[in-house]
């Protein structure tokens, strides 16, 4: 037992191994996510070399010839990997391992000096992240980054089976003499699983069911691949469009009132206020929330109320009134000061909740600090007195 360690010291947290980075992992991640995309570059360089330039195979068996597509696919896998290895995600390092186990099957099975060099380099990559497997534990083993990379993983198989099926059945296909080269069989399977078609028939049952079974996984993979990959893309556009509408509204607004807040008391104002026909604009920092009072009719911006930015972002020069509303007198009391020290004409009211807290917001700036607690119970008071005197009884006095 340690006698430095006071008795009444809190226990040692321990750190458990998938929770912790190690150091040497955080510093070396981005270069071995370069290190992922040079390899892939090599691989994808390498099928292109063998389908353009075939060199003597050591032996001749079913499978020569057909290590093109595999180095190809597992290079653009190691390319796609790249940006997640530097991010140390554990989905990355566990898709990584595919790489070589195209590489080295097909070079096994189909050996030259293309595909041979292959499988070295992809098994280079691998022997090389290795070490650092403990540390691919940083980014999430779920959610939507493991859905992108199982998508891109998906889509590239999808390629790998449709070229090489085709190539191994492409007499079977019509126009005679069929599906030739490894340029006609990416033609086939990219124009069957984009559901565009192809001018090639299947004459055989066996290539029928290769083509059924391409249709059916490949136009599946396509489109998750169309959602997943381009549905962010999509997203961010749309946010840029609602944000410049949002400014254009904003740009249009006028002797309104602004609620510097979402708490209940900065709601109830803005249905107070909406009641009697005035527009009320209310401003929150916490997304969920905006969305939340968005989606429920409330007019409302996404931005830090205390800045001065984002007050004058929604009209502080135009509008009528300010209302400090937020979760916490602190927050009221900046959101005073910035605004009184942009508009020193504008009326402001604050609302707080601690009696000395009412006093430093009147200091600040704020035309009038109210606690609704008080009001409240000078309302409660009031109507208790006024049904003990209605109902005959004696009222009580000072």
């Not at 502080?316 to 916490?328: E, F, N, P, T």
């Not at 605004?339 to 917001?361: C, D, F, Y």
Request: with cysteine; aromatic share 6%; glycine share 10%.
């Amino acid at each position: 037992m340690d006698s430095a360690r006071p008795p009444d010291a809190p226990p040692e947290t321990t750190v458990l191994p998938s929770e912790h980075v190690p150091p040497f992992l955080a510093g070396r991640a981005p270069r071995l996510a370069g290190l992922a995309v040079a390899i892939g570059g090599l691989l994808v360089l390498l099928g292109f070399l063998s389908a353009n330039y075939p060199l003597p195979e050591a032996y001749t068996n079913a499978v020569s010839g057909y290590d093109p597509p595999f180095d190809a696919v597992a290079g653009l896998l190691l390319v796609a990997l790249a940006v997640r290895i530097r991010d140390r995600s554990p989905v990355a390092w566990l898709f990584s391992l595919l790489a070589p186990a195209l590489t080295v099957s097909i070079g096994v099975l189909s050996p030259n000096l293309y595909s041979v060099s292959a499988g070295v380099a992809a098994t280079v990559l691998v022997a090389i992240l290795y070490p650092y497997r403990s540390g691919f534990y940083g980014g999430s083993g779920t959610g939507p980054e493991a859905t992108q990379l199982l998508v891109i993983v998906a889509a590239l198989v999808t390629a790998l089976f449709g070229m090489a099926g085709s190539r191994w059945l492409g007499p079977q296909f019509s126009p005679p003499p069929g599906i030739q080269g490894w340029v006609e069989s990416l033609y086939f399977t990219i124009a069957t699983v984009s559901t565009n078609g192809s001018n090639y028939t299947p004459l055989t049952d066996t290539a029928r069911w290769f083509t059924t079974l391409l249709i059916l996984f490949g136009v599946g993979t396509f489109l998750s691949a169309v959602v997943v990959l381009f549905l962010p893309f999509l997203e961010r556009r749309l946010e840029r469009i609602a944000s410049r509408l949002e400014r254009a509204q904003m740009e249009d607004l006028e002797n309104h009132v602004i609620i510097c807040g979402a708490s209940p008391e900065g709601r109830a104002t803005a249905d107070a206020l909406r009641a009697q026909g005035i527009r009320a604009l209310l401003v929150s920092h916490d997304p969920g929330t905006v969305d939340r009072l968005r989606a429920e009719g409330y007019r409302i911006h996404l931005g830090d109320p205390s800045s001065e930015d984002e007050l004058q972002t929604v009209g502080i020069g135009r509008a009528r009134a300010l209302v400090a509303a937020g979760d916490s007198d602190a927050e009221n009391l900046l959101t005073v000061i910035t605004a009184r020290g942009m508009q020193p004409r504008l009326r402001i009211v604050a609302v707080g909740t601690a009696e000395k807290s009412l006093a430093k917001l009147r200091k600040a700036g704020a035309d009038e600090a109210i606690s609704p607690i008080a009001v409240a119970a000078g309302l409660v008071s009031h109507a208790a007195l006024a049904s003990r005197a209605g109902n005959g009884a004696r009222p009580l006095s000072g």
